[in-house]
């Protein structure tokens, strides 16, 4: 039984770019949640997915969008790339009835 | 405005003594604790949880202990074991369908053989 997997591992982009990060959730699952982890700090929530709509944002510019596919997988976009953006995302997955989340291992983005 | 806290940012603990994590919340909406453990290079793993009717949560090693009143949750492992060194953290969220989790900083932990 996979769990979520993430890609790409790691990523360099500059200032101004735009990237895309991918998940797929664990087998069964419908939801999807992004979380950004800054160093030395714990993930932030940027928002979550669930029957292919946003269901809830946190605190995150309008730069950072998302899409959920039918298949349950998931897309996270950033457009316009601030150095400020380098950061560890972590995809979450979970039944939208359960509390629990569990995370794919993460893409590494260096914003140069 | 940090509603998750976890106010030691490490912790070295010998191992087979018990390592005690702590985490204190502010947002009394918040009634589901969970636990996750990182090591570096992979994603947070899920190690254990408990609702807000409960105060005690055990798994193996692991027990969660939860203070309503004092808005307060604590992770005991015992015995503590070399592979136990990671960063721990506490996250919280309503218990309510999709709801997001709120994270503290987290806590390095270190067991000494």
């Known amino acids: 039984d996979a769990g979520v997997t993430q890609s790409p591992t790691h990523l360099i982009k500059t200032r101004g770019q735009q990237v895309t990060l991918r998940c797929s959730p664990k087998s069964g699952h419908d939801t999807v949640s992004w979380y950004q982890q800054a160093l030395g700090q714990g993930p932030q929530f940027i928002f979550q997915?669930?029957?292919?709509?946003?269901?809830q944002r946190g605190n995150f510019p309008d730069r950072f969008s998302g899409h959920q596919f039918p298949n349950y997988s998931s897309e996270l976009n950033v457009n316009a790339l601030l150095l400020g953006d380098s950061a560890l995302y972590l995809c979450a997955s979970s039944f939208w009835e359960q509390e629990t989340q569990y995370f794919g291992p993460g893409t590494r983005l260096l914003v140069l | 405005d940090q509603q998750v806290k976890q106010n030691s940012p490490s912790l070295s603990v010998q191992e087979g003594r018990i390592s005690i994590l702590n985490c204190d919340y502010t947002?009394?909406?918040?009634?589901?604790f969970l636990w996750y453990k990182k090591y570096p290079a992979e994603g947070p793993t899920f190690l254990i949880s408990i609702s807000s009717i409960k105060d005690k949560n055990e798994d193996g090693r692991f027990t969660v202990f939860l203070n309503k009143s004092a808005k307060h949750l604590s992770l005991h492992i015992v015995p503590s074991q070399p592979g136990d060194s990671a960063v721990y953290f506490c996250?919280?969220?309503?218990?309510?369908?999709?709801?997001?989790?709120?994270f503290g900083a987290g806590t390095i932990l270190r067991v000494k053989s």
């Open positions: 996250a919280a969220t309503p218990m309510e369908y999709g709801n997001k989790l709120v």
């Open positions: 997915y669930y029957e292919e709509e946003e269901r």
């Open positions: 947002n009394s909406m918040f009634d589901y």
